[in-house]
T-cell receptor, first 110, second 117 residues
């Protein structure tokens, strides 16, 4: 079964501290993975995708096929990073149907 | 960037009535639109996928006769919750994807909060 697991419901860090949001997946083959972010009272928006291998707002995520993980990292958290983060993958053979993890709420304290 | 709107943003209806939610892509043509449901403090669950001009594909466990989806144009999809009941109260979110290219990027609407009394 294709599945995304985000083990942490809530992650609280202080400003300037490193942050790592965990995401593990279950998928046969090569998955297409994403991180979405939802700031307070805003819509869900794409943060980054593993294909692009990009850094957005200081966040990076590396696909580790051996560990079936796609953890989101940032070396120095900022208060404005506080949001809900969702890891997602494209369901195989679909039209781009996303399977979401349950999300992790990141709280960055001053 | 691509913008997706939803209307209404919030609706309250009485049990047994039907409610229609609109999802529009404002500045691009959406060949595929998706409808999600999100319960409080939970993740998004895909309900159905719709392509312009064809019938929607529903996820397992989603009643197609209860959640009617119409994707009549490349910029508009509607979700009608028929004979709504309190258990249908939820946050409904649509997303849209344009045609062409290998990208699967979806652009999300702001969501519609449905409360059935």
């Amino acid at each position: 079964a294709q599945r995304v697991t985000q083990p942490e419901k809530l992650l609280s860090v202080f400003k300037g501290a490193p942050v790592e949001l965990k995401c593990n997946y279950s998928y046969s083959g090569s998955p297409e993975l994403f991180w979405y972010v939802q700031y307070s009272r805003q819509r869900l928006q794409l943060l980054l995708r593993h294909i692009s291998r990009e850094s957005i707002k200081g966040f990076t995520a590396d696909l580790n096929k051996g560990e079936t993980s796609f953890h989101l990292k940032k070396p120095f958290a900022q208060e404005e990073d506080s949001a809900m983060y969702y890891c997602a993958l494209i369901r195989a053979g679909s039209q781009g149907n996303l399977i979401f993890g349950k999300g992790t709420k990141l709280s960055v304290k001053p | 960037g691509a913008v997706v709107s939803q209307h209404p943003s919030w609706v309250i209806c009485k049990s047994g009535t039907s409610v229609k939610i609109e999802c529009r892509s404002l500045d691009f043509q959406a060949t595929t639109m998706f409808w999600y449901r999100q319960f409080p403090k939970q993740s998004l669950m895909l309900m159905a996928t719709s392509n312009e001009g064809s019938k929607a594909t529903y996820e397992q466990g989603v009643e197609k006769d209860k959640f009617l989806i119409n994707h009549a144009s490349l910029t508009l999809s509607t979700l009608t919750v028929t004979s709504a009941h309190p258990e249908d109260s939820s946050f409904y979110i649509c997303s849209a994807r344009g045609g062409g290219g290998a990208t699967h990027e979806q652009y999300f609407g702001p969501g519609t909060r449905l409360t059935v009394t």
